[in-house]
């Protein structure tokens, strides 16, 4: 078999723009998901039955489900629901948020609870409203135990972001899957999108490494 590497270089530029988008939906997903888990989480830990119900769901919800049939319902199901055209990104963004969401408000409940509730008592005590416990208090050091977690997350999401290929969304998997269609380079363009996306994770995975070792707790 005769290789043709030159395919790689001759369509860089849809490939670079493939990695832009990439890049923008893991942003824009975790910028959703880390205050969307947080609310999700107050639900989960609030008194009131309804509201625990609420977060419960959610979180059941979205987290049971395969990220790929999420990202079907979103693009198929939700437009004839909301009776809304809605874009591929958006509705990609839309089911990765989802999804992070869910996870991340069983991180920032895992995160709350391990923090010892003399402190939360302590700062009753003191006079605060259980609002300012939870947002001066108990967050400040759930944040710093679950840092290393959310990192984590962050580079499964980036990873995940290729399964929006599936409804045109211009990512990384999206464009060399289409260079590969045109060109019939099969193995030349699945390499190096395998290339490019351990390139672009490899050193997230070690920043995830370090932020294990730094900021892990050590009790």
């Known amino acids: 078999m005769k290789y043709d590497w030159s395919v790689v270089w001759q369509y860089r530029d849809q490939l670079f723009d493939g990695v832009v988008v990439t890049v923008l939906l893991t942003v824009i997903t975790m910028a959703v998901a880390i ?12 008194k ?10 959610f979180v059941e919800s979205f987290r049971n489900l395969p990220l790929i049939l999420l990202i079907y319902w979103a693009f198929y199901v939700l437009p004839i629901i909301v009776e809304w055209t809605i874009s591929p990104v958006a509705t990609g963004v839309t089911a990765l948020a989802l999804a992070i969401s869910a996870y991340n408000a069983e991180t920032f409940r895992a995160g709350v609870n391990s923090i010892r509730k003399g402190q ?34 962050w580079v499964s999401l980036f990873k995940d972001t290729s399964l929006v290929s599936v409804i045109a969304v211009g990512d990384l998997a999206y464009n060399a899957m289409q260079v590969r269609s045109q060109t019939f380079r099969i193995l030349e363009m699945l390499t190096a999108m395998a290339v490019i996306y351990w390139c672009l994770g490899y050193p997230q995975a070690k920043l995830v490494d370090w932020i294990h070792r730094k900021y892990g707790a050590k009790e």
């Open 35 to 46: 205050p969307g888990g947080i609310a999700v989480m107050m639900l989960r830990q609030s």
């Open 48 to 57: 009131l039955k309804q509201l625990n119900w609420a977060g419960t769901f």
């Open 120 to 153: 939360s008592d302590a700062a009753l005590a003191l006079g605060m409203s259980r609002w300012q416990v939870m947002h001066r208090v108990i967050l400040p050091q759930a944040v710093r135990r679950i840092l290393p977690v959310l990192a984590s997350t």
